[in-house]
């Protein structure tokens, strides 16, 4: 099982480009989330999912935005990037979102410059 | 809205010294959580506590869901190398929602 890949692994963007981070998970898991970390600062809650086609916003949604056609997919969209948008972006899928822990991928380190 | 404050930020320990590493919360909690994360790689559950006064151990490590359910803790006894990551605490509310995080510690182990 791969469990939750994320790609890319890096990435450079310059401000105003956009781009969109990928996830996708093999463990027919229900919940989606994406998390950003900057330092000292913990995970923060970007958007998170309760299933394929249901979309909600965690602390901190402003700047992106996602979408989930599938159960497996869910991708992360910065339509203007802007340097406060420079951080790691962990995705992570739960098989409920009651006491089911949470499965995180290994991380896209974006920057922008 | 719910914070978890973690302590110590960091620490650097000599291999084979026991860490010990907190959570408070300024509200109640229904579950805490504590995760590793080594460099490069995303957090990975180790304990995970349902029940205040709860005690649960993992090897060389131990976590405990206060009595108060406003706080946690994690040791780690008999440090090694490969303990080197951040910590991180999490919780969850007696309302559900989503987990919080803490700020996480990061440690350092010397050989």
């Known amino acids: 099982n791969a469990g939750v890949t994320q790609t890319p692994k890096f990435r450079i963007l310059k401000i105003g480009q956009s781009m969109t981070l990928q996830c996708t998970q093999d463990?027919?898991?229900?919940?989606m989330y994406w998390y950003r970390q900057d330092p000292g600062m913990g995970l923060k809650l970007i958007y998170y999912s309760v299933g394929a086609g249901i979309t909600d916003k965690g602390e901190v949604p402003n700047g992106y935005n996602v979408s989930r056609s599938t159960t497996e997919d869910f991708p992360l969209r910065l339509e203007l990037a802007a340097p406060s948008q420079t951080s790691v972006y962990f995705c992570?899928?739960?098989?409920?979102?009651?006491?089911?822990?949470?499965?995180f991928g290994n991380g896209t380190r974006l920057t922008v410059t | 809205g719910q914070q978890l404050n973690q302590s110590p930020q960091s620490m650097f320990i000599q291999e084979g010294e026991d860490v010990s590493m907190n959570c408070t919360s300024s509200s109640i909690f229904n579950t805490w959580l504590w995760y590793k994360q080594d460099p490069g790689e995303g957090p990975v559950l180790l304990i995970a506590?349902?029940?205040?006064?709860e005690l649960t151990s993992n090897g060389r490590l131990t976590a405990q869901f206060g009595i108060t359910r406003k706080d946690s803790f994690l040791n780690i006894s008999a440090s090694i190398p490969s303990d080197v990551g951040i910590y991180f605490c999490a919780g969850r509310g007696v309302r559900g929602g989503k987990l919080i995080f803490g700020q996480g510690t990061e440690l350092s182990v010397k050989p």
């Open positions: 506590l349902y029940k205040a006064g």
């Open positions: 463990m027919n898991h229900n919940y």
């Open positions: 992570a899928s739960s098989l409920t979102g009651g006491d089911s822990p949470l499965h």
